[in-house]
């Protein structure tokens, strides 16, 4: 659901701020450029606009206790994954940029 959420903000943040509105024309050298810093600040407004509009309208419900049961495996499993990948990444970043990392630290 996250991804087709992030496609559906993307097209309307593209469609309210096309990167033709953030042209910049250079007389001397016949050509335009892209104000890229203004155009990410706009799409980054627009964007959060959106999510906070689409939030309003989907309140947030608990789910059945029923289902816990059965997915209580996989949760865990993905909570275990989902901390191994970040431990790796954080001490491959300590590593790149010299600090340490302790793996029972929050991550």
């Known amino acids: 659901a996250y991804a087709v959420m992030s496609v ?5 943040v593209d469609q309210l701020a096309p990167d ?13 450029i892209i104000d890229t810093v203004a155009r ?8 959060a606009t959106v999510t906070f509009i689409s939030g309003l309208f989907q309140p ?5 206790w029923s289902i816990f049961v ?9 909570a275990v994954v989902g901390y191994g990948i ?10 790149k ?8 630290q929050v991550v």
């Open 8 to 12: 559906m903000i993307g097209g309307v």
């Open 20 to 32: 033709s509105n953030f042209e910049i024309w250079n007389n001397v050298t016949n050509s335009s």
């Open 40 to 47: 990410d600040k706009e799409r980054v407004q627009i964007a």
């Open 60 to 64: 947030p419900a608990v789910p059945a």
């Open 70 to 78: 059965q997915i209580i495996g996989n949760a865990f499993a993905l």
């Open 86 to 95: 970040a431990i790796s990444l954080g001490r491959i970043f300590a590593l």
């Open 97 to 104: 940029y010299g600090y340490k990392v302790d793996s029972n």
